[in-house]
């Protein structure tokens, strides 16, 4: 089902003939496409809104009738409550996939469909899509969990001493215990130890690190703290434009100032310094631009950034007083051999004193992604550079708030810093393990640019990293009068369509954010081989018939 405001009055349109089942009285069915989330009598062209108002709208709906008729008024209505909560929009887990379920629970059903299974190809969450766990990573977190276990001869000796070594530091032994509301002090200083050795050995201080809740928690904790001013001193947020909708998301919610700088697609997603010199300048017009976030390797578009380009951005950093946030959760994922991962902290420290003392970097890192893929441990953590201790102690407030990030998370971080060695009982194991993960990621990055290579009508740069592939797609004029006619983006309708004719589900590019006139669709290079073999053959069939259709 899908809902819709008219007039002041609620309104209700069916998606399936299943759910198709709600009162008469005040509500009413309405003629528009079932993934349109406006009604079209009163604003044609409104954009089609993303997840908060179906999902949401829809439960909410249930509980306000009572045998077909309204209960008493709510106190929380869709009127009175945080109106940033409603603007917010997160599309990677969109209407798109709520319907991708959907089709999956009426294949189980045995209703008959052009395909045969749902491939999800929306959000990068590898386990899901078939990636095996990493062995050393599970026996240790078990450890922690289950530390009975530690008696079992079926762990190798280095997991039971990593596990120790995390429960000596949990209050009361514990991973079930509240830990520091930064984190567990020996898990800081290997995450210390591992940015040391990852950049060359300039030094990093565990002080200067914070555990999280997956790479999220720190991306709004770091917003929530530079958000201030009203009207045209409002801070204002630099974001990448296609991003990943993290960033739109929490820059709605907190009512920030979202300042868009486009990537340049023609350039392999490139970071271009008079584009963010532009966007910059044309900000200040209406806010206060104090933030500038870094997407490296970059989600949705792949692409990994040149160590002279980070250079360019620090600089620019310094020279126009912004504060840098760099999201680095792809670190791993560099597949293209002429390209190589550079952190923001190590360039900005060989830049030397000038920068190194004065620019204020906050960078992320996760445990959902590399090799791990370990999402839904919720693990993760950042580390600030330059920042004022006074300000350190507000962060440091602000996060003991929430009292700390999930200890399995934290423990799960921990392992992924402080790996087996060479010499290790478990060092072949996990190598071997990490680089068959890699490396397949790397074939099928190779294979996605291969297809849609090959496919007229869809441009595709290389994936050089990250997870994603974020190709530009040709969309016949026709094809764009009649999504407009539906109340739709014209990539949702190539969305929409291809989904429920091939069970393929991607994700829009307007979730994203992209150049006006422009139309992409984000998917993930997550699938196993074969599976995103015939994925990648479907659609550029689909598209190619799609194109046809509607020349
Ligand atoms: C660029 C980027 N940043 C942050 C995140 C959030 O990751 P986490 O699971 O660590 O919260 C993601 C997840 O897909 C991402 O793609």
């Not at 206060?288 to 989600?299: A, R």
Request: proline content about 7%; aromatic content about 8%; hydrophobic content about 35%.
């Amino acid at each position: 089902m899908s809902f819709l405001r008219h007039c002041g009055v609620l309104k209700i349109t069916a998606v399936s003939s299943a759910s198709a089942l709600w009162p008469a009285g005040p509500w009413h069915r309405a003629t528009v496409h079932p993934f349109a989330r406006v009604c079209l009598s009163c604003s044609p062209s409104l954009p089609y809104r993303a997840f908060s108002e179906s999902q949401g709208l829809r439960d909410s709906l249930a509980a306000e009738m009572e045998n077909g008729t309204p209960k008493a008024e709510k106190i929380l209505t869709l009127e009175s409550m945080n109106q940033n909560v409603r603007k917010l929009e997160y599309a990677v887990r969109g209407p798109i996939v709520t319907r991708a379920m959907e089709l999956e629970k009426e294949l189980q059903q045995g209703v008959k469909k052009p395909f045969t299974e749902v491939i999800r190809a929306n959000i990068g969450d590898a386990h899901a899509m078939g990636q095996k766990p990493l062995t050393f990573l599970r026996q240790v977190t078990a450890l922690c969990l289950y530390p009975e276990m530690l008696n079992d001869n079926k762990f190798p000796e280095d997991s039971k001493q990593k596990a120790r070594r995390i429960l000596q530091a949990c209050s009361g032994q514990s991973s079930g215990a509240y830990s520091a509301s930064q984190g567990i002090e020996v898990i800081r200083q290997d995450v210390a130890k591992f940015i040391e050795r990852r950049d060359g050995g300039i030094p990093s201080n565990p002080d200067n690190i914070y555990l999280t809740t997956g790479a999220s928690d720190g991306i709004v904790t770091i917003i929530k703290l530079l958000i201030a001013g009203q009207g045209k001193s409002r801070t204002g947020i630099m974001i990448p434009i296609p991003q990943y909708p993290l960033y739109s998301a929490a820059i709605a919610e907190l009512d920030a100032v979202q300042v868009n700088y486009y990537l340049d697609e023609e350039n392999f997603w490139a970071l271009n310094i008079k584009e963010l010199r532009q966007s910059l300048h044309e900000a200040r017009k209406h806010c206060n631009p104090k933030v500038l976030c870094i997407i490296n390797p970059g989600n949705p578009t792949g692409q990994v950034q040149s160590r002279k380009c980070i250079e360019d951005v620090i600089r620019f950093a310094a020279e126009e007083n912004l504060f840098l946030m760099a999201d680095e959760v792809y670190q791993d994922n560099v597949y293209a051999k002429d390209c190589a991962f550079h952190s923001f902290k190590k360039v900005l420290f060989e830049m030397g004193p000038k920068y190194s003392s004065t620019v204020e970097l906050a960078s992320f890192h996760s445990v959902s992604k590399g090799f791990m893929g370990e999402c839904g441990f919720r693990g993760g953590y950042m580390e600030v550079i330059n920042m004022d201790p006074v300000v350190k102690q507000q962060l440091t407030k602000l996060v003991s708030v929430r009292l700390c990030s999930p200890v399995p998370g934290q423990a799960m971080m921990g392992v992924i810093v402080n790996p087996p060695q060479p010499g290790d009982p478990s060092y072949n194991q996990f190598n071997s393990e990490k680089l068959a993960v890699l490396n397949n990621l790397a074939e099928k990055a190779q294979m996605t640019e291969k297809i849609f290579g090959q496919s007229p009508g869809i441009y595709c740069n290389p994936v050089q990293g990250a997870m994603y592939s974020f190709p530009r797609i040709e969309i016949p004029p026709k094809a764009v009068q009649e999504a407009k006619a539906q109340g739709l983006t014209p990539d949702m309708l190539f969305c929409i369509k291809l989904l429920e004719e091939t069970g393929i589900c991607v994700v829009p590019g307007s979730g994203f954010g992209q150049r006006e006139g422009t139309y992409h669709f984000r998917m993930t290079i997550l699938p196993p081989t074969e599976k995103l073999k015939t994925l990648l053959q479907k659609l550029t069939q689909f598209h190619e018939k799609f194109v046809k259709e509607y020349s």
